[in-house]
């Protein structure tokens, strides 16, 4: 019998083997791993001579959450260069430009502008240009929706300040990796961050060949300065998915912090702005999606012989058909992320072909008012029912995990319940719950955000639930979760995290 290193004993424990084994007992840590779990305080035989255990009361512990959708190099565009948010028109915005240029090289950035109240001369590059003519100049609001830049900016960067999502601004976003000691400090913000919110692993994209950062991560892995494991994928976007590159890190990154899996492939665009590929009927206004599934399926298909996974970024519910048809000509087992909408009939297929599914369970955080979401317009109520429907895609046998497309949102335990179980949107209407049939237990979310997280990422058998022989990935709530008032769910904090049996954020309340 092993003697562990430490125990922590609750009255709740959630083991994640079911959504509903919450059990009055312990875990017993040793070294990276779990050495016993059990009833009570039925750890005798698991005391050393320095066995630290420690007695969290009522509070919740459980096996840790995945993040299964992670674009750090978003986390730095959302960051980086100064606070834009104090100007209220072009004439304070060029001051605050003009200062922050004092004080650093190269390209001058910003974020958190406030760009509503600006008319299009204001956004114009007239003034920016004039006062910049030669260095690049890139603002962006919160959304990143809008930025405000020069004409140097423009022609370096090669997008417009109209429409600036993430893979039209690659050109910038590669430059951001190329400061190795930013990157090591933005990367150590973003890991603290993570464990604060009890995340112990994520998938985590990059765009092309990572421009430079897998060397950064395996350093930091090598140096054991990683604090969450990290399942890499890699997107297309300035070349075609390059096979050779990534057969090339599925065999370097093989270890416990770092394993390559494959790609990241987006098929069709934001169901609210027109561009998910729908089933009909349409809802007015909406065209059809030009979606070259051909293309994609030759590439899905080359992956797949190789042994690469392919996480397809489907919403609409015509898309997730068809990558479902893709599918269904592989032998690998691949994932569909977002799936904002789902035809009944293609949950079952999903689930027959044991394809899983990463949601955006806090997704409902994007729609401020529940009377302002575009959905109540938009569908009617037979097609509303299909949006969201987590309850019945754990009926139907789907594999659910969550993700959070950060820096879209953070992830938040809270945020979750609040959202997957209570259905309320931020402004905590509709009062019954929004489509309140697919609401989830609080053991369901914890289950889909923990033991389902590991299993979307191969890794069941390694982690994703508190049993002996698996990586010691735990975390202890503020609370009992299985005993709280739903009215207390968004509130739920995480106060500790483990990974590989190393506490990596606690908070000093036990």
């Not at 030669?134 to 990143?144: A, I, K, Y």
């Not at 977002?338 to 394809?355: G, N, S, W, Y």
């Not at 409902?364 to 037979?382: A, I, S, V």
């Amino acid at each position: 019998m092993e003697r562990a290193d430490w125990i922590l004993r609750s009255r709740s424990i959630f083991t994640g083997i079911t959504p509903q084994d919450v059990r009055d007992g312990f875990v017993a840590v040793r070294g990276d791993k779990i050495v016993g779990v059990g009833d009570g305080d039925e750890y005798g035989e698991l005391l050393g001579e320095n066995t630290l255990v420690t007695d969290v009361g009522s509070r919740t512990v459980s096996c840790g959450l995945v993040d299964n959708h992670v674009f750090f190099t978003g986390y730095i565009w959302q960051h980086k260069g100064f606070d834009a948010s104090g100007a209220e028109n072009a004439q304070q915005m060029l001051s605050l430009v003009r200062a922050a240029a004092e004080h650093t090289e190269g390209t001058v950035c910003g974020h958190g502008a406030d760009f509503e109240d600006w008319s299009e001369e204001d956004l114009a590059p007239g003034a920016l240009t004039a006062a910049f003519p030669d260095r690049p100049v890139c603002v962006f609001n919160d959304e990143r929706s809008r930025c405000w830049m020069n004409d140097a900016a423009r022609g370096r960067y090669g997008f417009d300040g109209t429409e600036c999502y993430a893979e039209v601004c690659c050109h910038l976003l590669e430059e951001f990796l190329q400061d190795k000691a930013e990157v090591r400090r933005w990367y150590e913000e973003f890991q603290n961050l993570l464990a604060s919110k009890g995340v112990t692993a994520i998938k985590e994209i990059g765009f092309d060949d990572y421009s430079g950062f897998l060397e950064e991560l395996a350093v930091m892995e090598q140096q054991g300065e990683l604090k969450h494991r990290s399942f890499l994928v890699s997107q297309p976007v300035k070349a075609p998915a390059d096979m050779d590159f990534a057969e090339a890190c599925r065999r370097r990154f093989t270890g416990d912090m770092l394993r390559f899996m494959g790609f990241n492939i987006m098929v069709d665009g934001d169901a609210e702005s027109y561009e998910a590929d729908l089933l009909p009927p349409w809802p007015e206004g909406q065209e059809n999606a030009e979606v070259d599934y051909s293309a994609l399926e030759a590439v899905v298909r080359a992956a797949d012989k190789r042994g690469l996974r392919c996480y397809m970024h489907a919403e609409g519910d015509a898309a997730v058909r068809h990558v479902l048809d893709i599918y269904d000509t592989c032998k690998g087992n691949h994932v569909i992320t977002d799936v904002e909408l789902i035809d009944p009939a293609d949950r079952r297929r999903m689930a027959a072909q044991k394809t899983a599914a990463v949601c955006y369970v806090q997704i409902m955080n994007c729609y401020p008012e529940y009377d302002g979401y575009y959905g109540l317009t938009r569908f009617d109520e037979k097609r509303q029912k299909t949006i969201w429907p987590y309850k019945d895609m754990i009926r139907d046998g789907v594999l659910l995990s969550f993700g959070t497309d950060l820096p879209l949102d953070v992830p938040d335990l809270g945020t979750s319940l609040e959202f997957a179980c209570n259905r309320r949107f931020p402004d905590r209407k509709p009062e019954g719950g929004y489509q309140k049939q697919n609401a989830l237990t609080p053991g369901e979310v914890l289950y889909c955000w923990s033991r389902n997280g590991y299993a979307a990422q191969r890794s069941l058998e390694q982690a994703g639930t508190l049993t002996e022989g698996k990586w010691a990935d735990l975390i202890v709530l503020d609370r009992d979760l299985f005993s709280c008032n739903p009215e207390e769910y968004r509130s739920v904090k995480v106060i500790k995290t483990v990974v590989g049996g190393k506490t990596v954020y606690e908070e000093n309340r036990f």
